[in-house]
């Protein structure tokens, strides 16, 4: 986004949103959820931005209302700070006073990890529109079918459960001992593993693809594993992590944590330059470091901060985040707030729907996971994270689980 003279709607403010994408801005919780569904798919604008927020669609006409300018199909090539310009693929050249980069992330290829084979007809990562339209359409075609899912993290776990409702059969392969090792504990992988198996979905753990059995056509027809083990594939869904999108910036702003780094108003190295949701390093005021978050609910709230110091830099305060994640798949839900590390206790029915955990570190509680919550439950947890208690006894903690947040 590049702010520059006057518009219709804000006579101080010109903004212009450039996007590579033929549509308007759009979030992506749906693509791996809602979209994939046999049924009543969510199809845009339903999931333009700001849905969370419940504000008015997003659709070009509202951009159009508000005088902003919305420039599809256009993809900036270059970008030089100290000129404060922006070079277009077509060759034109966008000069700005602010600068908001809002360019997210990329999804990691096989190819990275020295597996050839993406560019199968069969084959699909889960980024985009054009992504998930693809995994429909892969998903309707072979009805019954096998489906093989690389990577045992968020677009994984989402997506076989949506292969599942849909009728495929499915077999997840990762690296790691369990699911969403990046977040969850044994036990509480555990209690979705069972139940993604009681689904029919079958895991294979502790390795990786080293191969595809490609036909004459360039379909997939098997995965091959280290181990030399053959998985028969109609399809192979990939999520093995992403990347932010900074190269644009490389050598001209500072980076961090693979990011662009900013203070707490969401401000780069250079002052007329912001950034916002995956791509951005930020200030974690609760942790007291700089972290980078990979969820919707950060580019929502690092978005409308990063505007709010645009538009009254001496009003605002620093950004202050609790790290907020969340997936919903078959008739699971779950949330977390604040950071898994340290010591964790768990406590709850896990073998019935409801059940949670804490993280504890320098007698501190840290961070707090719940499955099956109710909206009060939820904002217990998130509440009392975000106060950070001191915990003297863990083992009263444990004791009593749901009870300690709701009594904060
Ligand atoms: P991820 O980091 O959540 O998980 C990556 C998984 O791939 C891990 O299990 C990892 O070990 C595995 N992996 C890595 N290399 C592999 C290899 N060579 N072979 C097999 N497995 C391998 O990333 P993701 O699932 O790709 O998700 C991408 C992004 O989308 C993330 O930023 C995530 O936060 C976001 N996302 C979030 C949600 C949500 O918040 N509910 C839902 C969907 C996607
Ligand atoms: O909550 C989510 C979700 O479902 C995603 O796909 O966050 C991510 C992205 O919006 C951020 O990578």
């Given amino acids: 986004m590049a702010s520059s003279a ?38 845009l604008p339903s999931f333009h931005t700001c849905v969370g927020a419940n504000e008015e669609r997003l659709t070009p006409k509202w951009y159009k209302e508000h005088g902003i300018e919305l420039v599809l199909g256009t993809r900036v090539k270059s970008a030089d700070i100290r000129r404060k310009t922006l070079l277009t693929v077509a060759g034109e ?30 084959v699909c990562y889960l980024r985009n529109l054009g992504d998930a339209s693809m995994l429909v359409d ?12 690389i990577g045992g993290g968020y677009i994984g776990m989402e997506c076989a459960a949506s ?47 080293s191969s595809f059995e490609i036909d004459s056509n360039g379909k997939v027809t098997a995965v091959i594993l280290r181990d030399g083990s053959r998985l028969p594939a109609d399809m192979v869904v990939v999520g093995i992590g992403i990347r932010p999108n900074t190269s644009l910036f490389e050598g001209q702003l500072t980076l961090e944590k693979g990011g662009i780094k900013v203070n707490g108003k969401m401000q780069s190295s250079n002052s007329s330059v912001y950034a916002v949701g995956d791509v951005a390093a930020f200030p974690v005021k609760l942790f007291g470091e700089i ?22 830099p001496n009003k605002m305060d620093e950004f202050d985040y609790l ?56 904002e217990a947890i998130a509440k009392a994270t975000r106060l950070k208690p001191a915990i003297e006894d863990i083992g009263e903690l444990e004791r009593l689980g749901m009870g300690f947040a709701l009594a904060i």
């Avoid at 892969?138 to 899912?149: E, H, I, Y």
């Avoid at 790691?176 to 753990?205: D, Q, W």
């Avoid at 972290?291 to 009254?312: G, Q």
């Fill in 323 to 378: 790290p907020f994640f969340y997936s919903r798949v078959f008739t699971l839900s779950w949330q977390f707030y604040g950071d898994n590390v340290g010591e964790v206790i768990h406590f709850g029915d896990f073998s019935g729907s409801t059940f949670g955990a804490y993280w504890v570190s320098k007698g501190h509680l840290v961070g707090s996971f719940l499955e099956g919550g109710t909206k009060d439950e939820y």
């Fill in 6 to 43: 006057s518009s219709p709607k804000n006579p101080l403010v010109q903004f212009s949103v450039f996007l590579a994408l033929q549509v308007a801005p759009y979030e992506r919780p749906a693509l791996s959820k809602g979209f994939l569904l046999p049924e009543a798919p969510s199809r």
């Fill in 163 to 209: 292969l599942v409702i849909n009728k495929i059969n499915v077999t997840m392969v990762f690296p790691e001992e369990h699911c969403m090792a990046r977040l969850f504990t044994p036990k509480i992988a555990s209690y979705y593993e069972n139940f993604y198996k009681s689904k029919g979905v079958k895991f294979i753990k502790g390795t990786v693809l």
């Fill in 291 to 312: 972290r980078r978050l990979e969820h919707v609910d950060s580019a929502r709230k690092s978005a409308r901060h990063a505007v709010a110091a645009i538009m009254e």
């Fill in 93 to 122: 050249t966008i000069s700005y006073k602010i600068l908001v980069i809002a360019t997210g992330a990329r999804a990691l290829k096989l190819e990275e990890f020295g597996v050839k084979g993406s560019n199968a007809e069969n």
């Fill in 138 to 149: 892969l998903m309707k075609s072979r009805p019954g079918g096998n489906a093989v899912v």
